[in-house]
């Protein structure tokens, strides 16, 4: 039976490149069609079929209030009445700058003294490391295996996400030159950092390391893991950029770096990276660091970064009223949201006698179907990843909607209420079964 959404796909498929403006929303890992949505409310999505979604999704992130809060809709709409786009700098900018320095921070502990307002993740995890080879004068760039960072030449390599979805070593239209700027190692493994450091420490201008890596499913750093490459980096001269494009502001208010800190796992990076919970669901990202670092970009320094809706004005009032509505409570809310469906997803598995991990880092956490949690890219590919499509169907079914890969992270919203929490429950034990009665390769 075809409805809407196929329909849609078979017309999308043919004007855009698979149908789709991301390739993981293309259903590709999980098969089937995917759900084109018309609209999105608190914990709900609905599609062109006019079906509704428990949603744990989240617009990949973004979405840490729940779907269009009313707050924020209210602060776009009067945002965008007084005018889309000026390219000229605006008070609301200045303001949110503000507001994201002094939420990172823990104690004496404060990295952050410059902000600069990019639109995506990709753009501010690129001008990161083009502002740590022009502070540095090195070019080397050490990433982690699984590690996913936004889509630029230099840091597709071994990248998590779609890249793993997709099971590409990197990507085709990588200048070989470029590639080999990047050094990939494997992650949690500090063995490796210092050896590389040993050969190629004069080189080597920054390491890049996602603050826990949630793109190859969620796999925290090992206790010390982020504290020791910030130390072994400046130990050489080089930056450590900590990307937290996806964990920050959602799981604490100042981010798994404020998480590790308030722990007592305090490190200074050198250069921070936000994006999508900061953006409100508009496009909108961040890099932040030390004023000595920062002050290289232009117009004060030689280092080269600009953009025509940087900072724009909607995006802004998106962003600037989520993080003043993300207080403590909220983080709280998410994180009981997320235990609960952690568990729930645990036993359901545990029922059906299905081998199964369910990794976690602050609210974020996934399945991984191996005994043991990944601790590193080798670890999440070995698992029993084909278990997944079954399950995940058995979910969409039953009106859950998930990440359409295993290697991605559930993300849960403070909108996520008894309602929305007790029909994931429910529809676990079947999909549970599903994923147990799957077959392998
Ligand atoms: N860095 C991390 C850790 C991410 O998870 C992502 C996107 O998922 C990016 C960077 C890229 O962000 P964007 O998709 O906004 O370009």
């Given amino acids: ?37 018309v609209s999105a409310r608190g914990p709900i ?22 779907h269009a809060h009313p707050e924020v809709v209210e602060a776009v709409q009067a945002a965008a009445s007084r005018g889309l786009s000026f390219g000229a700098p605006t008070g609301a900018e200045v303001e ?9 921070v823990v104690g004496d502990a404060r990295p952050i003294e410059r902000v600069r307002l990019v639109s995506t993740g990709t753009e501010a995890t690129m001008t990161a490391i083009r502002l740590a080879r022009g502070v ?19 840091l597709l390599a071994a990248a998590g996400s779609g890249v793993a979805t997709l099971a590409l070593p990197g990507s085709a239209g990588v200048p070989a030159p470029i590639a080999a700027q990047t050094m990939v190692l494997p992650y949690n493994d500090l063995d490796a950092v210092r ?43 080089a930056l450590l950029i900590v990307d ?9 208010p100042a981010g798994f770096w404020g998480l590790q800190a308030s722990q007592g796992e305090v490190y200074t990076p050198d250069i921070l990276t ?47 009223t989520t993080l003043r509505l993300a207080t403590p409570e909220v983080y709280e809310r998410v994180d009981a949201a997320a235990s609960v469906v952690a568990s729930a997803l645990s036993d359901a598995l545990t029922a059906a006698g299905v081998v199964h991990t369910v990794p976690r880092a602050g609210s974020l956490f996934g399945v991984a179907f191996s005994a043991d949690a990944p601790r590193d890219y080798a670890g999440a590919l070995g698992q029993e990843s084909w278990r997944y499509p079954p ?51």
């Fill in 1 to 37: 039976m075809t409805d809407r959404n196929d329909e849609l796909f078979e017309r999308a498929r043919a004007v855009i490149p698979g149908g789709v403006n991301s390739p993981v929303r293309a259903y590709g890992s999980v098969g089937g069609t995917p759900r084109f949505l």
């Fill in 391 to 441: 399950f995940f169907h058995a979910m969409l079914d039953a009106g859950v909607s998930l990440p359409p890969s295993v290697f991605e992270a559930w993300f849960l919203t403070a909108a996520h209420d008894d309602d929305a929490l007790g029909h994931i429950v429910e529809a676990l034990p079947a999909a549970a079964r599903a994923a147990a009665q799957a077959l392998g390769p």
């Fill in 195 to 237: 050896a590389a450091f040993e050969t190629h420490g004069g080189d080597i201008a920054a390491v890049i390391v996602e603050a826990a890596a949630a793109n190859m499913g969620v796999v925290a750093p090992l206790p010390g893991f982020n504290a020791a490459l910030a130390e072994i980096a400046h130990a050489h001269g």
């Fill in 244 to 252: 937290e494009v996806l964990t920050g502001f959602r799981v604490h």
């Fill in 136 to 154: 540095t004068g090195r070019d080397l760039l050490v990433k982690f295996a699984g590690h996913y960072h936004g889509h630029s030449d230099g």
């Fill in 45 to 66: 999505v609905t599609d062109a079929a006019g079906t509704d979604y428990v949603d744990l999704v989240a617009s990949w992130g973004p979405a840490l209030l729940g």
């Fill in 96 to 104: 949110l700058a503000d507001l994201i320095a002094s939420r990172v």
């Fill in 274 to 320: 936000y994006g999508k919970v900061v953006g409100g669901g508009m496009p909108l990202a961040a890099l932040a660091g030390r004023a000595d670092v920062m002050e290289h970009l232009a117009p004060t320094g030689p280092v080269y970064q600009a953009g025509t809706l940087s900072g724009n004005p909607l995006s802004v009032a998106a962003g600037l």
